[in-house]
Nanobody, 127 residues
């Protein structure tokens, strides 16, 4: 059974940084794309970033380009999201997910392109 465990969330002031981690277990995920989504209260789940199975291709939502960096370490079954210059509007629960394809999905911001989901980690950015 596949399990994804996010960590690294917390409370940070605007302009600060956080690094999220997602540890996968239960199967080899090195042949699948992975991604990060977030969901703020009262809003739909939003695709933030995605990375191909090899790590060579990445996708970022316009709202986080230049501030967030997605990466993965297949040997450790772990994916990361480095977040800098955080803004109050980045406040949300962040979820990691495993995709249905090796490459980044055609619609990387579509939750239906992903198969497994973690429980989420809260990120709160204060102004």
């Amino acid at each position: 059974q596949v399990q994804l465990a996010e960590s690294g969330g917390g409370v940070v002031q605007a302009g600060g940084s956080l690094r999220l981690s997602c540890k996968a277990s239960g199967r080899t995920f090195s042949d699948s794309a992975m991604g990060w989504f977030r969901q703020a209260p009262g809003k739909e789940r939003e695709g933030v970033a995605a990375v191909s199975w090899s790590g060579r291709s990445v996708f970022y939502a316009d709202s986080v380009k230049g501030r967030f960096t997605i990466s993965r370490d297949n040997a450790k079954n772990t994916m990361y999201l480095q977040m800098i210059s955080l803004k109050p509007e980045d406040t949300a629960v962040y979820y990691c997910t495993i995709g249905r394809t090796k490459g980044i999905p055609v619609r990387p911001d579509d939750p239906r392109q992903y198969e497994y989901w973690g429980q989420g980690t809260q990120v709160t950015v204060s102004s």
